[in-house]
């Protein structure tokens, strides 16, 4: 269902932030640039997916609109995602043009990974300092089944370029699912010790388009610290912030550190600063949200800057307190994964 922008007469200033009715400040957006991958995980697509039409993407010129408008509203971090961003022809132009942007003090990527290896000095020449690799498995039997596609090799070709052209931190992410990672935990564990990688655990989340979630697949954090730290002691990391999706822990012997995001079993929502847009122009407020707003029509259709920011100040205004994945009332999202952005 779409949020409807109020009326002229009940406007008052455009504020400068973004808070919704639980005092929440919004300072975080993530922006889809494609629903296209060259993968197909399971957790994320089915392997026959229907994609949007080439002109419903938003434009980079419209994604950077989009960004100065949020700036405008106080948001100043902004990761690129997917689908996956690095198959978007002239993807560095758009970092380009978005780390010129004064207001950002954080701009990053989420990446599959396979055309990193081509991509990571281009990349950083436009202003890319933080990048994400998701990485599933470290067998390539497994990579194999889980991404539908024989390309670890070039996973892990382009997570040693990152690391080379300086990238830091290179965080890996991990969905974790239950009788498929937990082989596996020591393996990412020992990748986080010995090179320059922040492996964060994921909890597998109802939004792949098989409907293969079940709450018995998740792999809950608690279980994955306790294996990972059986082998290697673990701390937690003080001075988090409480809306950083992943809880830190480092190893003892000051060997790195590993991130849990405990999405399912421990949700951070209360302190959920996040929105996001996707690839087609719509504003949610949440991941698991159940309505979201049209951006992309009102852009087109010749809107003022004031006129979209009402929009993001709208639907902020009527987030929800939380998801509701542990009860019964839970309803899934009616896009996968890639369509609404990783």
């Not at 089915?46 to 609109?65: A, G, K, Q, S």
């Amino acid at each position: 269902m779409p949020v409807s922008p109020p009326r002229e007469e009940e406007r008052g200033a455009l504020p400068d932030r973004l808070v919704d009715r639980f005092g929440r400040v919004h300072t975080n957006l993530r922006i889809s640039i494609t629903d296209r991958c060259d993968f197909r995980c399971v957790y994320c697509m089915p392997e026959e997916m229907e994609f949007f039409p080439r002109e419903h993407l938003l434009t980079y010129e419209e994604i950077v609109r989009l960004v100065r408008i949020a700036a405008r509203l106080g948001v100043d971090k902004v990761r690129l995602t997917g689908g996956e961003p690095l198959v978007r022809r002239d993807v560095t132009h758009l970092v380009e043009a978005l780390s010129r942007l004064g207001a950002l003090r954080d701009l990053s990527l989420t990446t599959n990974g396979a055309r990193l290896a081509e991509l990571a000095q281009p990349l950083w020449e436009a202003g890319l300092r933080r990048i994400n690799v998701s990485l599933d498995s470290l067998d390539p039997v497994k990579f194999a089944r889980i991404t539908r596609r024989d390309m670890l090799d070039r996973v892990l070709a382009g997570l040693a370029a990152a690391a080379r052209v300086g990238f830091r931190p290179i965080k890996v992410n991990v969905v974790a699912i239950r009788d498929f990672t937990e082989e596996e935990l020591l393996d990412f564990a020992r990748l986080a010790r010995e090179g320059p990688y922040e492996v964060r655990f994921i909890e597998f989340m109802p939004l792949d388009g098989d409907d293969l979630w079940d709450a018995s697949r998740v792999l809950p954090a608690g279980e994955i610290l306790a294996r990972i730290g059986a082998a290697y002691p673990l701390e937690r990391v003080p001075g988090q912030s409480p809306s950083d999706p992943a809880t830190l822990y480092r190893f003892t012997d000051g060997s790195g550190q590993i991130g849990i995001i405990p999405t399912v079993t421990e949700p951070f929502c209360a302190h959920c600063n996040r929105i996001r847009i996707t690839s087609d122009g719509m504003l949610r407020y949440c991941l698991f949200a159940l309505e979201e707003t049209d951006l992309k029509t009102p852009l087109r259709a010749g809107a003022s800057d004031e006129e979209i920011a009402w929009r993001f100040v709208e639907t902020v205004r009527g987030k929800w307190a939380g998801h509701l994945i542990q009860q019964a009332e839970f309803v899934k999202p009616r896009r996968t994964m890639s369509q609404i952005g990783g």
